[in-house]
């Protein structure tokens, strides 16, 4: 009986089990293809619907299940995420057949299943495996991609969670597959055992690396060391090693060798290039050994051996077909012939093999058969009579593989003789930790029945893993239990126990299983000898535990018995008792503390071990404890406290702290029930905070018990000492009788395992006292540890600690009286560590001394344990002491790491790390600094909370400085912490298409209504109608403009039926005026992409909407239906060709490049129909300007070129190359040269291009060379501007356009470049251009296309003249670009407009336009925004004329239509060029000097007009409005639109297709992209806008001649993002926001800020100098554009959201426009600031702070138990925190106000709040505080505190103190002077004098002389130098001067 409670005594219970079922099996057999897959394997199709099917079936489903039986495996882990909100889960991965299923589960939720796969073949393997995927740039972190492995028999899945999947095949046959840190490492199966082979040959590798799915499979590299040999480098080759376990960290991998039958752990690591080089040179021959010739025999043999199975024939060419058999001629196999091949001296090589003699040479083969060996050439490789291969055949060119991965030998077992009989192949291995952090890595060897477990070190310095001792347990089975640091081993008999690393535990009960030794008699067989191997340290513990002979330690006997090696066939093995209950054999899928039993009935449970504690305190106390004693002390304390906490039937967990001081006093030798407080710890409440399931109560009626729990409770005792007025007769109750009877005095144990440690023990839980004193959550716990300190400190004579803990909780130590006598000689045995005589560390005593400004020692801490203190002192250090290197260097100025004697070295390599980080705080403001470095610490928001508020009053302080003026590039955390949303919001970069529900500007406008219930779909629905309706608030512009740009409804087609007029001429009169409005109709779409520009993010399951292009028209009254193609009119063919390409680049414009386009959805939206051919081509166009197309795939480029549709080819051409701007990208120039003739070799094959295709291509190949000047290019398009007409038909029409665009393409290639135009001056591009303008003789046709030019045209004659008409004016734009902005005097008056009649009538007057333009924008900087400037551009003799009548001209030479003409035309071009000047900028000049000419030119007179023609006039109002629209780009001026609507009524007369295009372009332009986009004037822009704005427009909707109506589009690319939209941080909806916009000074102007109110345009970015969101309603925010605009562009570029935080007490500018109803605004008008006007009420509609509503709802409100002054008070608190913008600080003032209340009514039992309150008050008079109200520039910021409530505070604290020492200056006295103080007095309120007037401790006060001083200077000086501030000096001089005078002469 003895022995089972032996037994019995250190038995821990598991918690309750469950029995356990894999999840993945339950889901397969609901799995519908699992059986169907089966079945089809099973039989025959024939077989299983025969007539007696059913049966067959049933007969196959039993087959079934029997088979997955057999197959299924499965795993579990723990959960891993990146997030850690989710709670902690089981994932497990299940494989049966052909499936795998992976799901999860956890404590709160089921398992479901993650993700379940099916394969084609069979599972042989399933695994989670980590992938690596490597960075391109340096700085970025390598990505990690988690997924999941199947291994069939032929190829790996790799499925990764990013939902990649990979397939690899495999080249050779595997056996295991092993998840490692780099990747996968494949061990290959070893065939060749079945035939004996030649002994001499190399083996193959059989161990190889894979690093990503993608990567070559390599061979690994094995660097071992022998004894006798030097370090060996080699493939591993040995079959006879195999790996029996891999690990990631550390990187090792254990592997068996069957031969010697030991285990050898290697370190796993990537490669060395030496190594590899090495390996590569030199592959490990063993020696001589190796005869070259002898090696052909081996080959045969080895072919031999593997066509045994084939029938006989050429022994290669079989072998080939064997192959073939065994591998699926799949793409993914063939497309591997490159696969590793292996060669007998494992050079690795891939190879290419000559097709003669070896017809497959795939993967496979390879691997299998070596075929590169050392002989001689003369020798015949294959002896065998029937060999056919040469040498070509076996040496072909190798080119090696290099290996990845090496694997280094660390450790190998050393074996005994006996060890050898059995193979003792490990079973099991893995890695465990004990509870002091040794490491262990431990192996099951089940043969032998026993665990091996060797310590192992990781060394700090080269990271290398140091193996020490082995350790062997006896074990059937183990399992490691992680997050207890403990594993689980099944002892031989048959029962469960605990271990810790090597050391035991206890036994383990499970409750319904009975363990064998309780039922059987103990049969012990005798000792074996093997003891003596057994290893020191498990011995020592057995002579401890026999040391330490207690009722409830581990008894001897059953400590030694864990020793003992149990014979192998021990007699319980075939016991017949066994067969009757079930029995555990074996542990499997360990994860954190649970494991599965497997028990000898088949079925499993599942358990969970207890953890080691599950209080925050105890956790952390056993911590600090670990921390300060020896290794195996603190083992033995851990050991020995799991035991006692985890005892089955043991304490319920709310007393797990009271355990835990009773076990720990106990170690100490303690008698704990001696003493009192300690016997009646277990009445006790729960002190330590746990959420534990209560216990079920005793009773409900309640018991004696509950009355004696009350009496000996502290608050009794606190009641006895203070009697509550009205009860008079709680005196007479005795106290319990505890508390008298102390009896004698107790000793200690001196031989107790703690004792000589009782001091360090002491001082660390003394240190994590006052850490947890500085988190309020924690304060229970420090008063928990408390009752156990002050014993401590009592028995250790330790006064100063006494009374520092009397000063914190006076009530509650004033109840303890005993103390145990240590005598001196016990004292002595003890170890003192030195740190103990010092100062006592009191941390807010620190913090207060910091803040007066008194040096202090460095304040001790923990590493890992304080990690608060560690915090805020640096914090103090930093922000109170101003020293900006607190954190980095000066850190142990501050604080002194406590090291444990035999911890060399713990923590220290963190802290080192730490501060070796360079904080990139600029070197200026310290709060930034201390913001900065809190973050990088890890300090969060709600970590600040439960720092005590005095404590935090400095950070606080540090925070509201950093928030009112922040840095724009400070990191996501540390604006989280300063408070500042809205930064937090702008730093999480997210563009509006990702995460639509960020702002809600993506909800459609509201369609005006309309009467027609179908309304189509207009393709200007997605503009962000809460942006445009702040920008344009006052009216329904953008709605106007929808409808004037709508072109899917039919027009109003309006014509009066006159008397006289016939009905059909009626009809055809409508027609013609139908065919009339849909010239308009036409043009719309070009304006309609401007203005819908980037609104849209398209959906990628669905098409895009494209609107329908109308051309239809109703007549009113009847609204009948007026169509085109009724045949009563003629209309002109393809008349619509143009206009629907221009419809589909309208609706592709819409399209934001931030949105997620792929190549199949842009395949997706083709269309189905022919006739919607050319929308689709100009869809294509469109994706290219907004860049999506180059996710176009090559081959679909090349399918729609070669369908040969024009319009496709143009879109397509133009579209690649304006994605690909200005990147010479090599393959778009190639697809771009078959379409200009003039770029490919003469001798090339003609190809039919279409001639607006060549256009386009000329263009293309200008955008995609733009800027570059590229030589050979620019050579062919100089050439080609000036191309001539011929060879016989050829390049006749449309001539102008193709010029035109060579000259546009030459200007782009070499934009900007001027006169510094490298390597092309024999090219002598200007003065060739300047001939192309001005005419003359055509030069000789130089280069590569002279032949082609010989045979004249048949249709035009040109003679030996260049045709100025044809080359003009892309020669004129051509100069313009390449000078442009170049300033360049001397070009710029080659373009002057000619001075002279004679002159003035050679030159077209459109051509005058083009010249004066490009004169201008060379002359860049000297465009001027006035009238004066504009027609200085005129000449002399036009100027002097015009305006006179036909009769009073100057000479009748003149021609008066020339002169007008000319000069409408220069005025448009000098116009033009303004607005190129002054483009995106809305210059109110600019404006106002374009819009005057506007309205000169719309109404001028009709005399001009005839005089000047229709036709020209129109052209030059065209082009003015253009301008004028280019200066108001993306404004919505009203004025222009108002214009643009006047024109676009204007129908009749001459106004044709090309006008209404201008006019809808202008449209377009001034509320581009909706008013969020603008132009730029970069030179790239310039380039473009001169494309798409070339003034002369279409005449008709087919008209291609003078230019390329596609180019239209390209003043896209001159489109730039400037709107800045405030979005209101907490309700997501853009707002008004004032801005402070500062600009650069130039030479026009000086450095100049405006206010604009946002929504707004900004200017160009490169003239601002920073943009600054203004007060008082928004938060400041300051973006300095000095340091760069990226910041700027980024925000710009995502919508334009700048997030603005509203400041409290402020209403947005919509509600309030002029701020008359701000909380504020009430103060101002009337003077008195009478607080009552604030209702609470009012409060929601200043703050949306819940917290603060419902404050004011609950305690701003007069009730009946709410007094009235306390309501006042908080209002007037919330007020103060609401309006002066800290609303955190409201806490702060209720816990003042508290505590000075509690100081009052004298009832604080604890000075913790009145310790805040000092520190606050010691902040305020703090230097920081006066330097900063001191400093002017500051806007001198006060505290946060208000400036009336502290002092008021201050007084009332103060009053109260002074009251009572009146009372009670004796106890002032006796505590002066060391005597014990009355019995019955009230201590507390003393505790709170000292503690506020920072009075030393009366220990300190003895050791200075101070009562014999006789004067106060005297007493002034002595108590200087104890920090005592002079106030409280003041209040302590009477007791020292008078002595015995009882309060008098008290200074108050």
């Not at 005793?698 to 729990?709: C, F, H, I, L, R």
């Not at 444990?900 to 200026?924: D, H, M, N, T, Y």
């Not at 001539?1295 to 934009?1311: H, K, P, Q, T, W």
């Not at 900087?1421 to 305006?1443: A, C, F, K, M, R």
């Amino acid at each position: 009986m003895s022995n089972v409670y032996e037994e019995r005594a250190t038995m821990i219970a598991a918690g309750k089990w469950q029995s356990f079922v894999p999840f993945g099996r339950e889901h397969c057999k609901n799995h519908p293809n699992a059986v169907n897959l089966q079945l089809r394997q099973l039989q025959p199709a024939s077989e299983l619907w025969s007539s007696d099917g059913a049966a067959g079936l049933v007969g196959s489903l039993q087959e079934v299940s029997l088979q997955e039986r057999q197959k299924e495996s499965w795993q579990l882990r723990k959960g891993s995420t990146v997030t850690t909100d989710e709670a902690e889960y089981e994932e497990e991965l299940y494989a049966a057949g052909h499936m795998v299923i992976w799901s999860r589960g956890s404590k709160s939720q089921a398992s479901y299943v993650y993700k379940a796969f099916t394969v084609d073949s069979l599972v042989q393997q399933a695994l989670w495996c980590n992938f690596t995927v490597p960075q391109s740039r340096k700085d970025e972190k390598d990505i990690i991609e988690q997924g999941i492995c199947i291994v069939q028999s032929m190829c790996v899945n790799v499925h990764t969670v990013s939902g990649k999947d990979f397939i690899s095949p495999l080249p050779f046959q595997v056996s295991t597959l092993w998840p490692t840190k780099f990747g996968l490492l494949f061990e290959r199966k070893n065939i060749t055992s079945d035939a004996p082979m030649s002994p001499i040959r190399e083996p193959l590798p059989t161990l190889f690396s894979m690093l990503h799915p993608l990567d070559e499979i390599a061979p690994v590299v094995c660097k071992s060391t022998g004894l006798f040999e030097s370090v060996r480098l080699q493939y591993v080759s040995d079959s006879t090693l195999r790996v029996v376990f891999s690990c990631e960290e550390p990187s090792i991998i254990v592997t068996y060798d069957a031969l010697q039958c030991t285990h050898t752990v290697w370190a796993l690591r990537k490669v060395t290039p030496e190594e590899q080089s090495t390996v590569l040179k030199y592959p490990g021959q063993d020696g001589p050994t190796q005869t070259p010739a002898a090696a052909h025999s081996f080959l045969g043999a080895h072919l031999r051996n593997v066509t045994r199975l084939d029938s006989p024939g050429s022994p290669l060419h079989c072998h080939a077909l064997h192959n073939q058999s065994r591998i699926p001629a799949s793409p993914s196999l063939h497309s591997r012939t490159h696969s590793p091949n292996i060669s007998n001296m494992a050079a690795l090589s891939r190879a290419h093999s000559p097709g003669t003699a070896a017809p497959s040479f795939t993967g496979t083969q390879r691997f299998n058969m070596s075929c590169h060996s050392p002989a001689p050439r003369g020798h015949s490789l294959l002896a065998s009579p029937n060999s056919t291969l040469n040498d070509t055949a076996l040496l072909p060119e190798m080119e090696p593989i290099l290996p990845d991965l090496c694997i280094e030998q660390l450790w190998t077992e050393t074996t005994t003789t006996s060890h050898r009989e059995k193979s003792s192949q490990a079973s099991k291995v893995f890695i465990t930790s004990d509870l002091c952090e040794s490491k262990y890595l431990c192996f099951l060897v089940e043969s032998h029945q026993q665990l091996r477990c060797v310590k192992f070190l990781e060394s700090n310095e080269t990271n290398q893993l140091i193996f020490a001792s082995l350790t062997t347990i006896p074990a059937k089975d183990a399992a490691p239990l992680e997050d207890i640091d403990a594993l689980l081993v099944l002892e031989t008999n048959g029962s469960l126990v605990l271990y810790t690393g090597v050391t035991r535990v206890s036994k383990v009960f499970v409750q319904g299983l009975l363990s064998p030794n309780f039922t059987l008699p103990n049969h012990l067989p005798p000792l074996n000898t093997h003891l003596e191997n057994v290893s020191t340290p498990a011995k020592a513990t057995v002579q401890h535990m026999s040391r330490l002979e207690e009722p409830d330690m581990p008894s001897p006997v059953s400590g030694v018995r864990s020793l003992v090696q149990h014979h192998e066939s021990s007699w319980l093995d075939d016991s017949p008792f066994q067969q009757a209950a079930p029995h555990i054999q074996a542990l499997r899928d360990p994860v954190s503390n649970r494991v599965t039993l497997e028990l000898s009935n088949g079925s499993m449970l599942r358990i969970t071990v207890p953890e080691v504690a599950t209080s925050e305190l105890v956790k952390r106390c056993l911590k600090a404890i670990r921390f300060i004693l020896p290794k195996d002390t603190a083992m033995k304390v851990l050991v020995k406290w799991y035991n006692n906490y985890n005892a089955p039937g043991g304490p319920s967990l709310h007393q797990e702290w009271n355990l835990f001081v009773k076990c720990f006093m106990t170690l100490m030798g303690y008698n704990t029930e001696r003493l009192a407080w300690t016997r009646n710890l277990h009445f006790e409440v729960p002190l330590s905070p746990v959420i534990a399931p209560k216990k079920a109560r005793p009773a409900e009626t309640g018991s004696d018990e509950d009355w004696v729990y009350l009496c000996a409770s502290d608050y009794h005792c606190q009641v006895l000492v203070r009697p509550v007025p009205g009860f008079p007769d709680l005196k007479s109750i005795s106290p319990p009788a505890s508390m008298e009877d102390s009896g004698p005095a107790v000793g200690l144990e001196p031989s107790a395992l703690l004792f000589p440690h009782i001091p360090a023990l002491f001082y660390v839980l003394h240190l994590l006292y006052e850490d947890l004193k500085l988190n309020e959550l924690q304060r229970s716990g420090a008063r928990a540890l408390v009752g156990l300190l002050q014993q401590l400190a009592r028995d250790l004579q330790l006064e100063e600690y006494i009374d520092l803990y009397w000063r914190d909780y006076p009530s509650f130590i004033k109840t303890f009286k005993e103390a145990c006598v240590i005598d001196q000689a016990q004292m002595e045995v003890m170890n003192w560590p030195v740190y103990l005589n010092n100062e006592v560390p009191c941390v807010f005593g620190w913090l207060s001394s910091c803040l007066r400004g008194q040096d202090m020692p460095p304040f001790p801490y923990l590493p890992g344990i304080c990690e608060r203190t560690k915090l805020l002192v640096l914090s103090y250090a930093l922000y109170v002491v101003r020293d900006e290197n607190a954190v980095s260097d000066n850190m142990s100025k501050y604080l002194s790491r406590l090291s444990a004697g035999q911890k060399k070295g713990f923590g220290e390599p963190a802290i080192r790390r730490q501060s070796s980080v360079k904080l990139c705080a600029p070197s200026g403001c310290l709060a930034e600094k201390l913001v900065v470095w809190l973050t990088s610490a890890g300090f969060l928001l709600k970590d600040l909370e439960s720092v005590p508020f005095g404590v935090a009053l400095p950070i606080r302080d540090a925070i509201s400085q950093c928030r009112e003026h922040p840095c724009s590039d400070w990191s996501e955390e540390v604006c989280a912490l300063i408070g500042r949303q809205d930064l937090t919001k702008q730093a999480h970069k997210v563009s509006l298409a990702k995460e639509k529900p960020m702002v809600g500007l993506n909800v459609p406008v509201e369609p005006p209504i309309t009467n027609e219930a179908d309304e189509e779909e207009d393709g200007m629905a997605d503009l962000h109608p809460e942006v445009t309706g702040l920008i344009w608030s006052q009216d329904l512009r953008v709605q106007e403009v929808r409808r004037l740009l709508q072109s899917s409804r039919p027009v109003r087609v309006n014509v009066p039926h006159l008397p006289d007029v016939s009905e059909h001429e009626y009809i055809e009169e409508k027609e013609n005026k139908l065919l009339q409005l849909c010239q308009r109709t036409m043009a719309l779409p070009v304006g309609r992409g401007l203005f819908t520009l980037f609104s849209y993010h398209p959906v990628p399951t669905e098409p895009l909407p494209v609107p329908k292009l109308n051309l239809t028209g109703r007549a009113p009254p009847r609204n009948t239906m007026v169509d085109l193609n009724s045949g009563n009119i003629d209309v002109p063919p393809n008349m619509t060709s143009w206009p629907s390409f221009h419809n589909g680049v309208a609706a592709g414009l819409k399209i934001a490049p931030a949105s997620q386009v792929e190549s199949a959805w842009i395949a997706y939206n083709k269309p189905k129909s022919a006739e919607l051919a050319n929308e689709y081509a100009g869809f294509l166009m469109a994706l290219g300007l907004n860049g999506h197309l180059t996710k176009l795939a090559t081959l679909n480029i090349h399918d729609y070129l070669t369908k040969g549709h024009e319009m496709t080819s143009i879109g397509l051409l133009l579209g690649v190359s304006a994605a690909k701007l200005g990147t010479m990208d090599m393959s778009i120039t190639r697809l771009l040269s078959i379409h200009i003739p003039a770029l490919l070799p003469p001798t090339s094959t003609e190809l039919d291009v279409p001639h607006s295709v060549q256009v386009a291509a000329v263009v293309a190949i200008g955008l995609v060379y733009q800027g570059t000047g590229h030589r050979h290019n620019a050579e062919v398009l100089l050439a080609e501007i000036g191309r001539p007409p011929g060879p016989e038909m050829e390049y006749c029409t449309d001539r102008e356009s193709y010029s035109l665009a060579a000259g546009l393409a030459l200007g782009m290639v070499c934009l900007g470049h001027g006169s510094n135009l490298i390597g092309m001056t024999d090219l002598n591009v200007p003065e060739q251009l300047y001939q192309y303008m001005v005419g003359g003789h055509r030069r000789a046709h130089a280069g590569i296309n002279r032949e082609k030019h010989k045979s004249p045209s048949y249709q035009i004659k040109e003679g030996d003249t260049i045709n100025v008409d044809v080359t003009c004016p892309g020669a004129t734009l051509a100069l313009a670009m390449i000078y442009l902005k170049t300033n360049n005097r001397s070009i710029a008056d080659w373009l002057k407009a000619p001075d002279t009649m004679f002159l003035l009538d050679f030159i077209k007057p459109e051509f005058l336009l083009l010249r004066t333009l490009a004169r201008c924008i060379i002359m860049w900087d000297e465009i001027l925004p006035n009238d004066e400037w504009v027609t200085s551009n005129v000449p002399q003799i036009i100027q002097e004329n015009i305006g006179l009548q036909e009769e009073t001209l100057v000479s009748e030479d003149l021609n008066m239509e020339t002169l007008v003409q000319a000069h409408d035309y220069i005025i448009a071009g000098a116009c033009m060029a303004v607005g190129f000047r002054f483009a995106g900028s809305a210059n109110s000049d600019a404006f106002d000097c374009l819009f005057a000419r506007n309205f000169m030119l719309s109404l001028t007179t009709t005399t001009t007009t005839t005089v000047s023609g229709q036709y020209n006039l129109q052209t030059c109002l065209s082009m003015v409005l253009l301008a004028t629209s280019m200066v108001m780009a993306g404004s919505g001026n009203l004025k222009v639109l108002q214009l643009c609507r006047f024109l676009h009524k204007r129908t009749f007369g001459e106004m044709n297709y090309g006008f209404h295009m201008a006019h809808h372009m202008a449209l377009g332009l001034l509320f581009l992209g909706g008013g969020r986009y603008t132009l730029s004037t970069s030179n790239s822009a310039i380039a473009a806008l001169l494309c798409a704005l070339y003034p002369h427009f279409p005449a008709h909707s087919t008209d291609n001649r003078y230019h390329l109506q596609a180019l239209r589009h390209l003043c896209v690319l001159a489109a730039e993002p400037r709107l800045l939209v405030p979005v209101d941080v907490d309700t997501l909806k853009p707002c008004y926001a004032m801005l402070d916009v500062t600009y650069k000074e130039t030479p026009w102007y000086e450095q100049t800020t405006v206010e604009l109110m946002a929504p707004t345009m900004l200017p160009e970015l490169h003239l601002l100098k920073q943009i600054k969101v203004k007060g008082p309603r928004y938060w400041e925010l300051n973006i300095d554009l000095s340091k760069g605009t990226q910041h700027l562009q980024s925000i710009l570029s995502r919508d334009g959201v700048l997030y603005v935080k509203l400041r409290a007490g402020q209403l947005p500018y919509k509600d309030d426009p002029r701020g008359w109803k701000s909380l504020l605004a009430p103060t101002v008008n009337n003077r008195n600031p009478e607080v009552r006007t604030f209702k609470p009420e009012a409060i929601s509609t200043f703050t949306s702070d819940a917290a603060l509503v419902s404050f004011a709802e609950y305690f701003c409100k007069v009730s009946e138990n709410m007094k009235h002054e306390t309501v006042a008070l908080f209002s007037a608190i919330l007020y103060e925190c609401v309006t002066q913008e800290n609303p955190e600080m409201l806490p702060t003032h209720i816990a003042i106000d508290q505590a000075v209340k509690g100081l009052e009514q004298s009832e604080l039992s604890e000075t913790f709040c009145l310790w805040q309150m000092k520190l606050v008050l010691e902040l305020c008079e703090s230097g920081v505080l006066q330097q900063r109200l001191r400093d002017t520039h500051r806007q001198g910021r006060g505290l946060l505190l208000s400036s009336e409530f502290l002092p008021v505070m201050k007084s009332l604290a103060d009053q109260a103190l002074d009251r009572w020492l009146c009372d009670n200056t004796r106890a002032l006295q006796a505590y002066v002077r060391g005597q014990p103080t009355n019995e019955d007095a009230d201590t507390s309120m003393l505790a709170c004098f000292l503690v506020y007037h920072s009075v030393p401790s009366f220990k300190k006060m003895a050791n200075t002389e101070l009562e014999g001083s006789s004067s106060f200077p005297e007493l002034l000086l002595k108590f200087s130098k104890l920090g005592v501030p002079v106030r409280a000096l003041l209040r302590l001089s009477p007791l020292f001067l008078h002595p015995g005078g009882s309060g008098s002469g008290l200074p108050l």
